[in-house]
């Protein structure tokens, strides 16, 4: 595993920094109001018809998304089964410091945050009556799900490091994952990328990005 250095982003939330790369786990801007920006208000917030879904998420990371998810199931009483693929997982000693449930005022949850951390792989764990999680080992390129989810959080790192996990072999995988009106969100709006969606079969737009960043993309699986 590469080194690793926790870093304060302008909202007050911490990220991971890989220095190696010169690349972290969430916007220097705020780690916080991008995943709500980029995966809530631009992916949940479309189901919010549905009472219950499947998401998936590329890059489980710091586990930000699935704990931000979970306080909205709780909030909206909507049930969502929550998959996580990682292959390279993050230290207790890293995790253990991220001040995600702090400064999202949900200090009840700390101990629930702590234990996506520490949750066994490849098995569903119920955290809630709206809210379960299941996290797979996997590298991207070997995931093999169909039909599964009706939203995919797609978090993996950026193209300028990892230009690989977003081929459009990676997005074919994504677009057999989704049901039929499925829908993947990410931070990522280069013009390769959306290439490679549509190649894939994805129907494609770009949307207002989060702070500090212009665009963003939703892709859709308008079979």
Same mark, same amino acid.
């Given at each position: 595993?590469?080194?690793?250095?926790? #870093?304060?982003?302008?909202?007050?939330?911490? %990220?991971?920094?890989?220095?190696?790369?010169?690349?972290s786990y969430h916007?220097?801007?705020?780690?916080?109001?991008?995943? !709500?920006?980029?995966?809530?208000?631009?992916?949940?917030?479309?189901?919010?018809?549905?009472?219950?879904?499947? #998401?998936?998420?590329? /890059?489980? /990371?710091?586990?930000?998304?699935?704990?931000?998810?979970?306080?909205?199931?709780?909030?909206?009483?909507?049930?969502?089964? !929550?998959?996580?693929?990682?292959?390279?997982?993050?230290?207790?000693?890293?995790?253990?410091?991220?001040?995600?449930?702090?400064?999202?005022?949900?200090?009840?949850?700390?101990?629930?945050?702590?234990?996506?951390?520490?949750?066994?792989?490849?098995?569903?764990?119920?955290?809630?009556?709206?809210?379960?999680?299941?996290?797979?080992?996997?590298?991207?390129?070997?995931?093999?799900?169909?039909?599964?989810?009706?939203? #995919?959080?797609?978090?993996?790192?950026?193209?300028?490091?990892?230009?690989?996990?977003?081929?459009?072999?990676?997005?074919?995988?994504?677009?057999?994952?989704?049901k039929k009106q /499925?829908?993947? %969100?990410?931070?990522?709006?280069?013009?390769?990328?959306?290439?490679?969606?549509?190649?894939? /079969?994805?129907?494609?737009?770009? %949307?207002?990005?989060?702070?500090?960043?212009?665009?963003?993309? #939703?892709?859709?699986?308008?079979?």
């Open positions: 595993m590469m080194d690793s250095q926790l #870093i304060a982003t302008s909202d007050g939330s911490v %990220t991971i920094y890989l220095p190696q790369w010169n690349e916007s220097k801007h705020g780690a916080i109001q991008e995943a !709500y920006h980029v995966f809530i208000k631009n992916g949940l917030d479309f189901f919010s018809d549905k009472r219950e879904l499947s #998401i998936l998420e590329i /890059g489980f /990371g710091t586990g930000l998304n699935a704990l931000i998810t979970f306080l909205e199931s709780q909030k909206r009483k909507q049930k969502i089964n !929550y998959t996580a693929v990682e292959y390279y997982p993050i230290s207790q000693e890293l995790y253990s410091r991220l001040n995600y449930p702090e400064l999202l005022q949900a200090e009840s949850s700390q101990e629930t945050f702590l234990e996506f951390h520490r949750c066994g792989w490849g098995k569903e764990h119920s955290f809630s009556d709206f809210f379960s999680l299941e996290k797979l080992r996997f590298r991207f390129e070997e995931i093999d799900l169909e039909n599964r989810f009706d939203l #995919i959080y797609f978090d993996a790192f950026g193209f300028r490091v990892q230009p690989e996990l977003w081929s459009a072999e990676i997005f074919k995988k994504m677009f057999t994952a989704l /499925g829908i993947l %969100t990410t931070y990522a709006a280069r013009g390769v990328i959306t290439r490679n969606m549509k190649e894939a /079969g994805f129907s494609v737009r770009k %949307t207002s990005g989060p702070v500090g960043k212009r665009e963003m993309t #939703i892709a859709s699986k308008n079979l």
